[in-house]
């Protein structure tokens, strides 16, 4: 935006009005709470009164009512004609709807407005134009309580109070333009006498008068009112008076029965007033110095013109804090005062007392230059402080307000900053991470310069701590322009999170942006073989070094005879990081003698990486020959080893244990062997499990991975088993299941059972199964075949260790009985009238009776011929019986008849054919009976 010039005369203030008038030209709708409304009148027409006018409205109207304006009386004029309009009631004239400003003119004859005493008014949205009064008030004269708020009041005229007459009422100005009013005698803008003002948000230009060309405050001689003024975040510019204060001027009465007028400016800007003495601010008492009270804090005043005091004159008591007073044309000082009562952190540049030979009481500083007031948001115009003001940070904090005029949040930087303009530290948005490499990214961020040109920079490091920082491309960025700005890093570690920053610093302080965040892109990792150390017979030590580039590695050595290295691979911990790391394996078991290929492999997510091949050869493996254990006690023995070093320095240890483990522990001779003769190392193990088999080998070496011995065993002292024999099941005629349980007591036990007719036994069978082990009593058993029926069998379980035979006790059982077996022999000693009848008996072990029985055919009805003894035992028996009396050239048949108490066997059939009579007998012959 373009600036406006200081101004010292009224035809020069065109650019200034045009800029203000931009500023007041929307009113803020909304801004104020809504007034309660009892009826609202619509203004229809121009004319000051009759049908739809303003004057009927407010005549019609009641107290609390509210005149608004219908939309098409945006931006006309109404013209009074016929004096004043007098508010004598509640009331509430409210322009605010229309789209532009209602003009309401005086004509240059007349007064716009009369408040009564004792009526409370609210103007909003108007602009009061071309009042013109022989005494007080060109616009308004009021003796109420007026509120005027968003409304501008220009081009009136008075004798005293070009723009307003305030007396003995209140007054509140928010929001508004007093310019180009105009007093003969006193108060351009306003004249306040023994009234109360508050000025919020409002600027008076170009205002005159002979004193107090904006404001006037006075106070009657004798009386008991005072009059106060409280102007706060406000714009005094170019107002002039010819006499004494051209922004404000402050008049005590003789003898203040009330006490002394008051003065408040707070966060409000003074530029190019002019007067005679104090062309901004003129503060007198009565007849007494002192009297008069003027406070101002956080105020800034440049520019201003006087002869004398150009600043500020206060002929009554100061308080003074965080204010400029400074640049001051005309040749008057800064500053004269007449007693200072307060002085905290101003920058005054020159300053007077006006007690004679006193000190002004403040310290002077050197002020830069400043531009006139101009538009850096807020309701008013104001002055910005340069990048190298002292004013930056430099307020006393104990007086610093929450805002500055424009309504800036204070403080910005590191403290308030002295005057009504606090710079406002650059704003930094957001960040974003692009084009992320695995060691590269862009940043990108936004920022806003405000007030002062800002340096954009990128805070980045893999914590919220950062710890680097790079400079955006594009800086610094212009005040007042919001950029995007961006930095290229390099040098990033890969796979790393990293936290990033826009930072945007000016004078006034530096703004971070929210922390962000973004990981680089994962590298595959390198991977060094090195060298083989430590080698041995049977082992070596073989290093490597790995960079895991910032990605979790697995690491591992592959090795063999060649370079397939299908020897397998040893793996190491994972390696993190983006260090070179060092890792080392051993591998063991090698071959002496020979030589291995190797090489590294390491894996991470982003790929896999080989190691150059390496070589290593065995050295000769330390002879060592393992001799039998002495001193074998069910708790220890003593473990012996022949050793030959080979010329090395050789530590011998054996480790032992249950198995090929060894994990019972390692137990070094204490004497390293050397030389090249066999040396006999020995060790002692106490403390060991009764009938228990140990693995033992022994370890030679030079460092602590050492060749290994074959392994061997011992077993401590053994106790025998246990055996129970059980009961027999399954017994048949010829065999039976025996049962027994056998506690091996650690030891591998064989089980047999013995078995006979007597205790003698005399046969044995494997048990199933054939042996046991472990300490738990296992049942086993036997299955015999082959028994005798009928017989009474003794039997016991054996049960065999290390340590000895257990027998369990003797049991019998019997088999079942089974019937004879009968075989029909051939007959002989065939006559003509007998024959003998053989047959073979097996009386299966139980007393069995014999027969033969005979006939001519198979009814077997002639005769049956029993014998006399019963046959026994389990062998065939032959027996015979003989026949007689049987006619010769007969054929008979016969069979043999077995029977014991488990039943009776026929024998087969058989015939024989006795011999015929001779012919010379045939006639003689007689039947023959048996014998």
Request: proline content about 5%; some cysteine; overall charge negative.
């Amino acid at each position: 935006m373009r600036h406006c010039t200081p101004l010292r005369a009224r035809r020069a203030t065109a650019c200034w009005l045009a800029l203000v008038l931009i500023v007041l030209a929307a009113p803020l709708v909304g801004a104020f709470p809504p007034v309660a409304r009892a009826d609202t009148h619509i203004v229809t027409t121009a004319d000051d009164s009759g049908s739809g006018s303003l004057g009927e409205a407010i005549a019609n109207a009641a107290s609390g009512d509210t005149i608004t304006f219908a939309p098409e009386m945006a931006g006309q004029t109404i013209t009074l004609t016929d004096g004043a309009f007098v508010l004598d009631k509640d009331l509430t004239i409210d322009g605010s709807a229309l789209t532009s400003r209602i003009r309401i003119s005086g004509g240059y004859l007349r007064r716009i407005f009369s408040v009564l005493s004792g009526a409370t008014v609210t103007l909003i949205g108007l602009e009061l134009i071309d009042g013109q009064a022989m005494d007080n008030g060109g616009a308004i004269d009021n003796e109420g309580a007026l509120i005027i708020r968003d409304c501008v009041v220009r081009d009136n005229s008075a004798s005293s109070g070009g723009g307003i007459y305030n007396y003995m009422g209140t007054l509140k100005i928010t929001n508004s333009l007093v310019a180009h009013n105009m007093a003969a005698t006193v108060g351009g803008g306003i004249y306040n006498e023994m009234g109360t003002i508050e000025v919020t948000d409002s600027t008076f230009f170009d205002n005159s008068a002979a004193r107090g060309g904006g404001i006037f405050v006075n106070a009657e001689t004798l009386s008991e009112a005072k009059s106060t003024l409280t102007v706060v975040n406000s714009t005094f510019y170019g107002n002039h008076a010819i006499l004494s204060g051209g922004g404000v001027h402050s008049e005590g009465t003789m003898i203040p029965l009330g006490g002394p007028n008051k003065i408040t400016v707070a966060n409000s800007t003074f530029h190019g007033n002019y007067a005679h003495v104090g062309g901004a601010i003129d503060a007198r008492p009565g007849i007494v110095l002192g009297g008069e009270v003027l406070e101002v804090t956080n105020s800034t005043f440049s520019e201003n013109v006087g002869d004398e005091a150009a600043g500020i004159e206060s002929q009554g008591t100061l308080h003074l804090a965080n204010t400029i007073v400074a640049n001051s044309l005309g040749g008057g000082v800064d500053l004269r005062i007449a007693a200072l009562a307060t002085n905290a952190a101003n920058l005054i540049e020159s300053c007077e007392s006006l007690a004679a030979g006193g000190d002004c009481g403040i310290a002077l500083s050197d002020v830069p230059e400043m531009e006139p007031p101009t538009d850096h948001g807020g309701p008013t115009f104001t002055i910005a402080l340069g990048p190298g003001s002292p004013a930056l940070n430099a307020a006393d904090f104990s007086y610093c307000p929450l805002t500055d005029q424009r309504g800036v949040p204070r403080p910005q930087g590191a403290d308030c900053d002295i005057g009504a303009f606090e710079v406002r530290v650059p704003a930094a948005d957001a960040i974003s991470a692009t084009s992320v490499t695995a060691t590269g990214a862009t940043l990108q961020g936004t920022v806003t310069a405000h007030d002062f040109v800002a340096t954009a920079t990128f805070e980045y490091g893999l914590t919220n701590a950062y710890g680097s920082t790079v400079a955006a491309d594009s800086v610094p960025v212009p005040a007042g322009m919001t950029e995007t700005v961006s930095a290229d890093l390099t040098g990033l570690l890969p796979n790393a999170p990293y936290h990033c920053r826009v930072v945007a610093a000016n004078a006034a302080g530096t703004a971070y942006g929210a922390d962000s965040t973004f990981t680089t892109l994962k590298i595959p990792p390198t991977a060094t073989t090195g060298g083989a150390t430590d080698v041995t017979s049977g082992s070596a030590r073989l290093s490597a070094t790995v960079n895991a580039q910032n990605d979790a590695t697995t690491v591992h050595l592959e090795y063999g005879t060649d370079t397939n290295y299908d020897f397998g691979a040893v793996g190491v911990d994972p390696v993190s990081g983006l260090s070179d790391t060092p890792v080392t394996v051993t591998v063991r078991r090698l071959a002496p003698e020979t030589t291995y290929h190797y090489r590294v492999v390491a894996t991470n997510g982003a790929g896999t990486v080989y190691g150059e091949d390496r070589t290593f050869t065995t050295i000769p493996l330390p002879r060592a020959t393992v001799l039998p254990p002495a001193d074998v006690t069910p708790t220890g023995a003593t473990l012996r080893a022949s050793v030959n070093p080979q010329g090395d320095v050789i530590t011998v240890t054996f480790e032992y244990g249950t198995d090929t483990h060894y994990d019972l522990g390692l137990l070094p001779v204490e004497t390293p062997l050397t030389g090249y003769e066999a040396t006999v190392a020995t060790t002692t193990l106490t403390g060991l499990a009764t009938n228990t088999t140990y693995h033992y080998r022994v370890i030679t070496a030079n460092t602590e991975d050492g060749a290994f011995g074959e392994d061997h065993t011992f077993t401590t002292a053994k106790t025998k088993p246990t055996a129970t024999t059980g009961a027999a099941t399954g017994v048949t005629t010829s065999g039976a299941t025996l049962q027994a349980t056998v506690n091996a007591q650690n030891d591998t036990t064989t089980v047999r059972f013995e078995y006979g007719t007597d205790t003698r036994y005399g046969q044995e069978v494997v048990g199933v199964p054939s042996s046991v082990s472990g300490v738990e009593a296992t049942a086993v058993r036997a299955t015999l075949t082959g028994l005798d029926p009928n017989t009474t069998y003794h039997y016991r379980v054996v049960a065999t260790n290390g340590a000895g035979i257990t027998y369990g006790a003797d049991r019998t059982f019997t088999t079942a009985k089974l019937p004879p077996t009968a075989t029909t022999g051939a007959a002989t000693s065939i006559t003509m009238s007998g024959a003998t009848l053989h047959a073979t008996v097996n009386a299966q072990n139980d007393a069995t009776t014999v027969s033969f029985q005979y006939s001519t055919d198979a009814s077997y009805d002639l005769g049956v011929v029993e014998l006399p003894n019963p046959v026994t035992g389990l062998a065939d028996t032959a027996v015979a019986a003989t026949l007689s009396a049987l006619a010769p050239d007969t054929t008979y048949h016969y069979r043999v008849v077995a029977t014991n108490s488990a039943g009776t066997i026929h024998g087969a059939d058989r015939t024989f054919t006795t011999r015929a009579l001779p012919p010379e007998l045939k006639k003689t012959y007689l039947p023959l009976t048996v014998r």
